[in-house]
């Protein structure tokens, strides 16, 4: 993927059977041929393995900032007046 695979998205070189395309191939990511399995990541199945991913992701996601106060709560005290 040329701008990386952000997370949360399918790769585009896993093929229907989950297989990598690029294995074994020159082309695969530095990150990819380093990874190395272990069983808590592989859990017994692909379901166990997704929500491994899941949690990794979501553990080290960039933090978001606070969301920004709507306008309604930025007026203070309500004026009596019907809104428009
Ligand atoms: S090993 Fe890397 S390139 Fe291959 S399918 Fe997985 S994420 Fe994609």
């Not at 990598?20 to 990819?32: K, M, S």
């Amino acid at each position: 993927m040329p701008m990386g695979k952000p997370a949360g998205v399918r790769c585009v070189q896993l093929d229907e059977a989950q297989r990598c395309r690029l294995f074994g191939q020159t082309g695969r990511p530095a990150v990819c041929v380093q990874l190395k399995p272990a069983a808590d990541m592989c859990g017994d199945n692909a379901a166990q393995a997704e929500a491994w991913l899941a949690r990794l992701e979501h553990a080290t996601a960039p933090l978001r900032p606070p969301p920004t106060p709507s306008p309604q709560a930025t007026r203070g005290p309500a004026s009596g007046r019907a809104m428009p």
